[in-house]
């Protein structure tokens, strides 16, 4: 069974995008919500790992790296191809990972986390940004401003009523 396509979040951060990430997946986890976590590299993949495990030392999250034969059973796991492996209600997409909008639909909710200090970062935000409006997907757009996060921008609306009329 395929879930209807929830909201996408893009996240520019100003610097550290590590807590932002943990309040992410514990947001989902609260939710009950099993999480994927995308990647660019493993690398990046054994960083943000190391982070969960030390960030959630009064909290479980079951987190895994992809690729044993237990990645369906993590309740949180990062990966730098598949992002099904663990049939994940959410997914969190870091700075520099390579995903095509039509990867992000039967999510309750995709996050996008990318560095406000970086041009590329941010014109590759942007691109995707383009890309998934043209699917009529509602997204909302917040920037970390002062230690907090201010919405800057939102076609929610606008886009389930346009979903709505097709449907």
Known sequence: MTRESGDIYFYQVRSNSDDLVFTLVRNARK???RVCIRGASPEQLQKTESRLWV???????????????F???????LSISDTRANNPDALIILQGAVVQPEEMRGFHRVMIVFS???REATSIARQMWKSLARLNLPMKYY????????????TSSEAKKSRAATQ
Do not use: C, I, N, Y
């Open 55 to 69: 960030q959630t030392s009064t909290l479980f999250f079951g987190v895994g790296v992809a690729g044993s034969e």
């Open 71 to 77: 990645d369906a059973e993590h309740s949180v796991l």
């Open 143 to 154: 920037r970390q401003q002062d230690g907090r996060w201010k919405q800057m921008h939102s």
């Open 31 to 33: 939710s009950g919500w």
């Open 116 to 118: 406000g200090e970086s």
